[in-house]
């Protein structure tokens, strides 16, 4: 009877079975792949905008006291 036609026998069915296991276990993790990338995202998108926005201002800050600077050091008129 395994031999038959559309009946692929007892280890066919437990192929089957691990086989149907094995790719829920894929389709689990590829969810939460995406799931932690979706959350991650937004978190990196921030660092980015937080360490642009110290730089800014570490470069205004340079640029001030070195105007300050340059200011104090000149020769009056």
Known sequence: ???ESGNIGV???LF???G??????V???GSALKTATD???PV???CVQLCTTSINSATQLVEG?????????????
């Not at 006291?65 to 008129?77: E, G, M, S, W």
């Open 20 to 25: 149907d296991l094995a790719q829920q276990a």
């Open 39 to 41: 959350t991650v995202q």
């Open 44 to 46: 990196t998108n921030a």
């Open 27 to 29: 389709d689990m993790a």
């Open 16 to 18: 089957t079975a691990v």
């Open 65 to 77: 006291a070195t105007k300050a600077i340059t200011t104090a050091i000149a020769p009056k008129q």
């Open 11 to 13: 280890f066919g069915d």
């Open 1 to 3: 009877m395994a031999n």
